[in-house]
T-cell receptor
Framework: EDQVTQSPEALRLQEGESSSLNCSYTVSGLRGLFWYRQDPGKGPEFLFTLYSAGEEKEKERLKATLTKKESFLHITAPKPEDSATYLCAVKVDGGQAGTALIFGKGTTLSVSS | DAGITQSPRHKVTETGTPVTLRCHQTENHRYMYWYRQDPGHGLRLIHYSYGVKDTDKGEVSDGYSVSRSKTEDFLLTLESATSSQTSVYFC????????????FGPGTRLLVL
């Protein structure tokens, strides 16, 4: 069964304290891995798409990397406004319902000043 | 981001009543999706559409139906709402077969009493 696991479930950081969020997956035929940010009461906001092992994407303080088994979302010198839930999702070949994304449960990040 | 709106944004209803949620997009994206988000679960696919009048079931489709008569609108209907359908519902769109990224709407919070 295709699975996506995110860790930790929750992470508390001080402003400026860099860290990483993990997304591990066991799927057959990865077509893409996606990172989203979700603020309370809002819809997921797209951050990155990664397609192949070794690929990296950056946006401001965020950097996403991909290996054959997992992805990391590195947060460098975070600020309080980076506080949110970060969701990881994968798209697999011939996956559930053809074109669905399979989501992890998310990591809730809190950054205090 | 795709211009996606959902209506209503909040709804309270009683068990046994029919409920229809609407997703409207202005980006002319081909694919549209309905997900539900519940505590302890990742986003789960209910139904999706791959074109006007073309729809298919997702992972958690029991008790739901959908319709898509125009490119821009995708309706989700709970035929007879139950308390287990209390959830936050998100619509998402995707541009074309070559682009895997999905963009999400702001969500509808539904409470079934």
């Amino acid at each position: 069964e295709d699975q996506v696991t995110q860790s930790p479930e929750a992470l508390r950081l001080q402003e400026g304290e860099s860290s990483s969020l993990n997304c591990s997956y066991t799927v057959s035929g990865l077509r893409g891995l996606f990172w989203y940010r979700q603020d309370p009461g809002k819809g997921p906001e797209f951050l990155f798409t990664l397609y192949s092992a070794g690929e990296e994407k950056e946006k401001e303080r965020l950097k996403a990397t991909l290996t054959k088994k997992e992805s990391f979302l590195h947060i460098t010198a975070p600020k309080p406004e980076d506080s949110a839930t970060y969701l990881c999702a994968v798209k697999v070949d011939g996956g559930q319902a053809g074109t669905a994304l399979i989501f992890g449960k998310g990591t809730t990040l809190s950054v205090s000043s | 981001d795709a211009g996606i709106t959902q209506s209503p944004r909040h709804k309270v209803t009683e068990t046994g009543t029919p409920v229809t949620l609407r997703c409207h997009q202005t980006e002319n994206h081909r694919y549209m999706y309905w997900y539900r988000q519940d505590p302890g679960h990742g986003l789960r696919l209910i139904h999706y559409s791959y074109g006007v009048k073309d729809t298919d079931k997702g992972e958690v489709s029991d008790g739901y139906s959908v319709s898509r008569s125009k490119t821009e609108d995708f309706l989700l209907t709970l035929e007879s709402a139950t308390s287990s359908q209390t959830s936050v519902y998100f619509c998402a769109t995707r541009d074309s077969p070559a682009i895997e990224t999905q963009y999400f709407g702001p969500g509808t919070r539904l409470l079934v009493l």
